[in-house]
């Protein structure tokens, strides 16, 4: 008989705005158990340095992850010109040295290569799997790899100060896959004067921002306690950009099955959607000619 797993049967988003110095996994372990959750996952892993929008999943709200992981995230980040270094940030080993600096007008007149839809290759020390390994692995055990370029799209990439020679200060607002500290090295690499992420913070995860996010010390002081409960978002929050189409009271009780359920209202052929009853959240999937054809079901009330 396999074994149950521990946790309550608990369901929502934690927005968590985590420090520096904590890995992501590490991150979603301790938010797991200050709910004692059954399950958790995340939106998208953030550099153990860096700070900022961590969203975790608890329970039914995993299975929307997919299409958190989707949208579009917003960075700030600062670069520091002049070193590159194994890592693309400042915790790595300098392996390269420059005198040059670049003026704000040459930063400028660089960015539009980095915006729209380019090619960007991963840093060395990545979660990029390298024949079945992640490259952050073989990296640490002394081998360089020659990473594929992958796409991706830059909605928007801007300096916001240059507060000495040394130093710039971005916004990037970007899709799926995106290093700031790749865009922070081939920056440095296309002036001519090298540079390295010094600092970096996760402001937005689609829907939610910092005004949503809960400190770690707040989490770990409330853990437990019905008050951290209440600051769960519902998991339909993640499905903010996808329509909601409320289903009929027969069209529910097939959802909740798994089958097609007539809802009561349409969207475009074929688009993605998710389907709602009596203020409940019941399943995401395809519309098509009146009905949602679900691709995930929620086995929750909340």
Not at 18 to 27: E, F, Y
Request: aromatic share 6%.
């Amino acid at each position: 008989m396999a074994r149950r797993r521990k946790g309550r049967e608990i369901s929502g988003w934690l927005v968590l705005d985590k420090p520096g110095g904590l890995g992501s996994t590490d991150a979603v372990a301790r938010v797991r158990r200050a709910f004692d959750a059954r399950k958790a996952g995340h939106a998208g892993t953030l550099d153990p340095a860096a700070t900022g929008i961590l969203a975790i999943a608890l329970g039914e709200a995993t299975k929307t992850v997919p299409w958190l992981t989707e949208a579009a995230k917003t960075y700030r980040f600062t670069v520091r010109w002049g070193a590159a270094t194994d890592t693309d940030d400042a915790e790595g080993r300098v392996i390269a040295t420059s005198d040059r600096r670049p003026t704000p007008d040459a930063i400028e007149a660089a960015l539009d290569a980095f915006r729209g839809d380019i090619m960007q290759v991963p840093p060395q020390v990545s979660a990029v799997k390298v024949d079945g390994e992640r490259a952050y692995d073989l990296a640490r055990a002394g081998e360089v790899m020659d990473l594929a370029a992958r796409p991706l799209r830059v909605e928007r990439l801007a300096l916001l100060a240059t507060p000495d020679a040394d130093h710039a200060e971005f916004e990037m607002i970007c899709g799926k896959g995106g290093y700031v500290r790749s865009i922070a090295r081939d920056l440095g690499a296309a002036l001519g004067c090298l540079g390295h992420v010094l600092h970096l913070r996760r402001t937005r995860v689609g829907p939610f921002g910092l005004e949503d996010a809960l400190s770690l010390d707040t989490v770990m002081a409330e853990a437990g306690s019905d008050a951290l409960d209440d600051r769960l978002l519902p998991l339909q929050a993640a499905l903010a950009d996808l329509p909601e189409l409320p289903a009929t009271a027969e069209g529910a009780a097939r959802l909740v099955q798994g089958n097609p359920g007539q809802v009561r209202l349409g969207t475009d052929y074929g688009a993605m959607a998710w389907a709602s009853h009596a203020g409940r959240a019941l399943a995401v999937g395809q519309y098509r000619d009146g009905m949602l054809f679900p691709n995930r079901v929620f086995r929750t009330d909340v």
